[in-house]
């Protein structure tokens, strides 16, 4: 009988060649019923239906032929049934014969084991972006420094709440943003 880490690398291969294979059902097997599923670009499918729907749709459409490519970075067990795993994938197009580079993403997923095996329950996508933090007394840090002075001084931003007391905020980020309607939303 395989190791607990063995069945894992088994899942991560499948679902690696269920994406190959643009299968969304052999896809969709790998998840359980009410994973979560957050794509590079942060949109959220909840359940095994809903991302296995989305996916079917694209493996017919935008990403008909593409091949997911990428490796098993770590595995770490949180208890005898639960493991994060840590990876690197890239979505390559039938017409490209290499990767990308700005397209890497790195996935964190969260693996339970049931009555089928080891599945995943979460998963979630980042682009590979990495940045330099400036440091306390470079140019991008005495500027911010600056704008937060300015900012409570005058009464704007969170510098606002605090003078008035509140301290709650008008509105939280998630619903600055839905309430922000974008340029391209009927694209």
């Known amino acids: 009988m395989p190791t607990s880490d063995d069945e894992i690398t088994q899942l991560f291969r499948r679902f690696m060649?269920?994406?190959?294979d643009n299968d969304a059902v052999a896809f969709g097997a790998c998840f359980t019923p009410d994973a979560d599923y957050v794509s590079y670009d942060g949109t959220r499918a909840t359940g095994r239906q809903a991302l296995q729907d989305n996916h079917?749709?694209?493996?017919?459409?935008v990403l008909a032929g593409s091949a997911l490519v990428g490796d098993l970075e770590s595995v770490r067990h949180i208890?005898?049934?639960?493991?994060?795993l840590h990876g690197t994938a890239s979505v390559l197009m039938?017409?490209?014969?290499?990767?990308?580079?700005?397209?890497l993403s790195r996935q964190t997923l969260t693996l339970v084991r049931t009555g089928q095996g080891w599945r995943i329950t979460?998963?979630?996508?980042?682009?590979?972006r990495p940045v330099t933090i400036p440091d306390p007394g470079a140019f991008p840090s005495r500027m911010s420094?600056?704008?937060?002075?300015?900012?409570?001084?005058?009464?704007?931003?969170?510098?606002?709440?605090?003078?008035?007391?509140?301290?709650?905020p008008e509105?939280?980020?998630?619903?600055?943003?839905?309430?922000?309607p974008r340029r391209d939303a009927a694209l």
């Open 17 to 20: 060649q269920a994406w190959t």
């Open 56 to 61: 079917d749709r694209l493996f017919r459409g």
């Open 79 to 84: 208890s005898e049934d639960v493991a994060v």
């Open 94 to 103: 039938p017409w490209r014969s290499r990767l990308p580079g700005r397209r």
């Open 122 to 128: 979460a998963l979630h996508n980042g682009r590979v």
């Open 145 to 168: 420094h600056a704008m937060s002075r300015a900012g409570r001084r005058l009464g704007m931003g969170r510098g606002r709440r605090a003078q008035d007391g509140s301290g709650a």
């Open 171 to 180: 509105t939280t980020p998630a619903t600055a943003t839905a309430a922000t």
